[in-house]
Each structure stands twice: as C-alpha cells, then as structure tokens.
C-alpha cells in the first residue's frame, strides 16, 4: 500500500529560485503552497452504495504580496520549469506592470502511467473494498 507520506518535490535551491524571481518585481512576501489530499468517500441512497470516489490532489502555488495588493498562482505540473513559471504570473499580476489583469494559462496534462482501468469496469464491491 502506497504510503501518504508526501514531501515537496523542490529542492532548497529551486524554491529560493522561485521566491527570487517574484521578489525581483517588487514583492515585499512571497510564499510558497504546496498540497498533496488524498480523498476517499461513499455515497449511499436508500441504504445502497450510490457511488465510491477516490481522488488526489496534488499542487503548488505561490501567493505575493505587493503593498496592498496580493496574487496567487497555482499549477499542478510539479516541474521546476511551471514553479518559475507561476512566479512569473504571479510577480505580473501584482506588480504595477500587471494592474487590473487576469493571466490564466494551462499546462499539459498529466501523462498517466501503468495500467488504466476504466472505473465503470469495476464492480462497487470491489471498489468499496479497496477504500476499506
């Protein structure tokens, strides 16, 4: 069983990387967000399972503060490449160069690996056995 123990995927350097690039725009505090939920729930209807969901979550975010003003970005590509990247958006939507706008960008997807099974193949029994 995998465990749910997470650690951030950034090295000391990377993340002092990232806190460099916003604070070169004029941020007076930068902080860095990082997440890892594992959900698991059961859904019942007149005492029969209705549906079984397990999800995660899993992503990084940086708020910054420019005098009175505060942005926030966040991306679920943990690559060093999309943490400088939402710094970026970040320090220009906080900054006097990013006034009153809006930046909004996708990433890739996620490129899932091993064995995909499609859930409405797996019976409920099974599912709810895999949750207990």
């Known amino acids: 069983m995998a465990s749910d123990f997470w650690m951030i995927p950034f090295s000391p350097s990377e993340v002092q990387e990232a806190i ?3 604070m ?3 941020a007076t505090f930068v902080d860095l967000f ?3 939920r594992r959900t698991k729930s ?13 999800g995660r979550e899993i992503g990084v975010g940086i708020r910054e503060v420019f005098g009175n003003k505060v942005s926030y970005a966040y991306t679920d590509d943990l690559s060093v490449e999309s ?3 939402i710094a970026k958006a970040a320090s220009a939507m906080g900054s006097d ?3 009153n706008k809006y930046i909004s960008f996708r990433v890739q997807p ?5 064995n995909i099974i499609p859930p409405e ?3 409920t029994e099974q599912k709810i056995a895999v949750l207990a």
């Open 34 to 36: 990082a997440e890892y």
């Open 121 to 123: 193949t797996i019976e």
């Open 97 to 99: 160069f990013g006034l």
């Open 20 to 22: 460099e690039v916003a």
């Open 110 to 114: 996620v490129k899932l690996e091993g």
């Open 83 to 85: 943490l400088i990247s």
């Open 42 to 54: 059961i859904s019942f209807k007149n005492s029969n399972v209705e549906r079984v969901h397990n």
């Open 24 to 26: 070169r725009t004029g």
